[in-house]
């Protein structure tokens, strides 16, 4: 081997080694010290990406677990004012049945009435009930198809019941008569706006709607209605087609013979139109007639200039301007309130047949005075229910919508703020059927809150799995082997303890060349 002093190229050579086990400790370094053997995308640029790609995921998973506790959060502050209200309706009830009892005097009433007065606007206190700024329960949060319109439904009276049934001749569901004499007399008490009504009156010849097309003076309050087994809510006195300058489609089908004919509007359903208004659809061009006793199944089509529906379109409503749902496919009689939405709602009614010494005739009671149930009817409101994302993607979302649990809206109290009243028995007994449709929306608000709640419980769970699995994931692909980094490092550090020995040995090596210049 030459001896030259211009190039140690030993040197060079253990310098290049120096800073490649200077370059592998910083590595090792790296590693050992923040856990991970993937710090940068250098270390392994597609791992990299996918770690990265994880770690929003999980930050999202996280977020949205985070969200679902607020909301759940959110539930139960509404859950507990919702309690609150259930348990005064309880009380409510507990004090209009008390009034009903003739052992009380117009005085014990009047306090009773204190009582209940107090209840009611403890009610409206709950149901400004906040959280983060935010009014819940207060109608604020309905959605669309949740506004609170009263349908009060009689199943119990035999199949197939007209509005147009004289009382004398009803039947309860099981076929048995109620016995009902033209001599009895009945009484119909009902509540709107906070304010109990009653009349009465001898049975005589009456059909029941004569009794439940309900007027207060010449205001309508309320209007009976059939329910089919369709459980769609039918109108009654269908108004007559009126010229417009709009033309309108209608088909007319008749299922079977004896049966009422159905109609579609431009596409959507209508029943019962008038017999003018089926006089006017005569008039135009029909492909088949229908008839009341034939033509079973047929279906006729006919476009009608310059006619329309009434004051409104045909478009599958009551009479009052309402989507009625009804909870099955049972027939039966429903009552809605004339004014639309909360306003003016009616909000119970009772009825009770006496016979000539005033006893009551319990059959007929038990079938009659069966308005009760709560119906859910649509208005076309804005949808202002809430939106709970729950997800780590757009759009996964649980929408809730609260209904009003202020007292007006569940009848409790008219729009000028008169409270129902237990002054007299009669008032007290229409009372106990509007608390118990109070009850009824308030319970059925409950539970809803309680199923949601249930079913954020379930996802917060799903979410934390999935998070954690996610990690897991992150994990084997981003998190260092400690056992292993420790061993490449201290094997770096040996390497280049070494390597810095050698330099300096090969730098020594060269000095011998100056021994030849002495």
């Known amino acids: ?116 007065n107090q209840f009611i606007d403890q009610i409206d206190d709950n149901a400004l009930v906040q959280f983060n700024g935010k009014y819940l329960i207060d109608g604020s949060k309905n959605n669309a198809s949740n506004t609170a319109q009263t349908i009060l439904l009689n199943q119990s009276l035999d199949k197939g019941t007209a509005t147009s049934s004289a009382l004398t001749s009803l039947h309860n569901r099981a076929g048995d008569s109620l016995n009902i004499a033209s001599t009895d007399k009945y009484q119909i008490s009902w509540v709107q706006n906070g304010v109990i009504t009653t009349t009465s009156g001898e049975v005589g010849s009456k059909k029941l709607s004569d009794i439940l097309n309900i007027k207060n003076g010449d205001e309508e309050v309320a209007g009976l209605q059939e329910v089919k087994s369709d459980g769609v809510v039918q109108v009654l006195g269908a108004k007559e087609f009126y010229k417009t300058s709009t033309p309108v489609t209608l088909t007319a089908t008749h299922t079977s013979e004896d049966s009422d004919y159905s109609y579609t509007y431009n596409g959507t359903y209508a029943t019962n139109a008038s017999t003018t208004g089926k006089a006017a659809l005569t008039a135009a061009t029909w492909t088949t007639t229908l008839k009341k006793s034939g033509n079973s199944g047929s279906t006729a089509t006919a476009t009608i200039v310059n006619w329309d529906y009434g004051a409104q379109k045909a478009d599958g409503k009551d009479k009052f301007n309402k989507l009625v749902y009804t909870p099955d496919k049972t027939e039966g009689l429903a009552v809605s309130a004339a004014t639309a939405g909360v306003e003016g709602q009616l909000s119970g009614l009772t009825i009770s047949i006496l016979d000539q010494d005033g006893n009551v005739k319990k059959a007929a009671n038990a079938a009659l005075d069966q308005f009760k149930q709560y119906q859910r009817a649509e208005n076309k409101t804005g949808d202002m229910s809430l939106n709970f994302h729950i997800g780590s993607e757009a759009n996964v979302a649980i929408k809730v919508g609260l209904s009003d649990m202020r007292s007006q809206a569940l009848g409790l109290k008219g729009s000028d703020g008169t409270r129902i009243d237990v002054y007299t028995k009669e008032h007290a007994n229409a009372a106990i059927n509007v608390i118990e449709n109070a009850l009824t929306k308030a319970l059925d608000q409950q539970t809803t809150i309680g199923a949601v709640e249930a079913r954020l419980e379930y996802t917060s769970t799903n979410l934390t799995t999935s998070s954690e699995n996610v990690q897991a994931a992150e994990s084997t692909i981003r998190d260092a082997d400690m056992a292993k980094e420790m061993t490449n490092y201290t094997k770096s550090n040996v390497l280049l303890q070494a390597a810095q020995a050698m330099l300096a040995q090969a730098n020594q090596n060269s000095s011998a060349v100056l021994s030849l210049l002495q």
């Not at 060079?12 to 086990?21: E, G, Q």
């Not at 856990?35 to 990265?52: F, L, P, R, T, V």
């Not at 506790?69 to 009380?91: P, Y």
């Open 1 to 116: 081997m030459a001896m030259v002093v211009k190039n140690n190229m030993s040197a060079v050579r253990t310098l290049n080694t120096l800073n490649a086990n200077t370059s592998a400790l910083q590595k090792s370094l790296a590693k050992v010290s923040s856990g991970m053997k993937i710090n940068s995308a250098q270390d392994d640029a597609s791992g990299y990406a996918i770690s990265e790609r994880m770690r929003v995921r999980i930050r999202s998973l996280d977020q949205a677990n985070q969200n679902t506790q607020n909301d759940s959060s959110l539930m139960k502050t509404a859950e507990g004012a919702v309690s609150n209200t259930v348990e005064i309706l309880r009380a409510l009830k507990e004090k209009a049945i008390n009034a009903a009892n003739d052992s009380n005097t117009d005085e014990d009433r009047q306090t009773i009435q204190k009582e209940i």
